[in-house]
């Protein structure tokens, strides 16, 4: 069973920084391209980031382009996300789940989500 496990989320001034961390297990991490994606208050799930088994392709959304860097440790079976130069509109619950062609990410796998909040 696929279980993963977000965790760094948290209150930051804007133009601060924050790293998320998403803990896997029940499947074979290093197998599988991976994603972050975000839901802020009263709106859709909008894709953030995906990276590829090994870590050497990554894509991201314009909206944080130059500001977010993902990256993994397979042999931690650990994805990140590395936040900076924080805006109020990044204000959402970042998740983590696997990748899929088309929508950017398995729905299904998602986790239970970790709060990040820009406010000064």
């Known amino acids: 069973e696929v279980h993963l496990v977000e965790s760094g989320g948290g209150l930051v001034q804007p133009g601060g920084r924050l790293r998320l961390s998403c803990a896997a297990s029940?499947?074979?991490?290093?197998?599988?391209?991976m994603s972050w994606v975000r839901q802020a208050p009263g709106k859709g799930l909008e894709w953030v980031s995906s990276i590829n088994t090994g870590g050497s392709g990554t894509s991201y959304a314009d909206s944080v382009k130059g500001r977010f860097t993902i990256s993994r440790d397979n042999a931690k079976k650990t994805l990140y996300l590395q936040m900076n130069s924080l805006k109020p509109e990044d204000t959402a619950v970042y998740y983590c789940?696997?990748?899929?062609?088309?929508?950017?990410?398995?729905?299904?796998?998602r986790g239970q989500g970790t709060q990040v909040t820009v406010s000064s």
């Open positions: 789940a696997k990748y899929l062609s088309g929508l950017g990410y398995e729905d299904s796998s």
């Open positions: 029940g499947f074979t991490f290093s197998n599988y391209a």
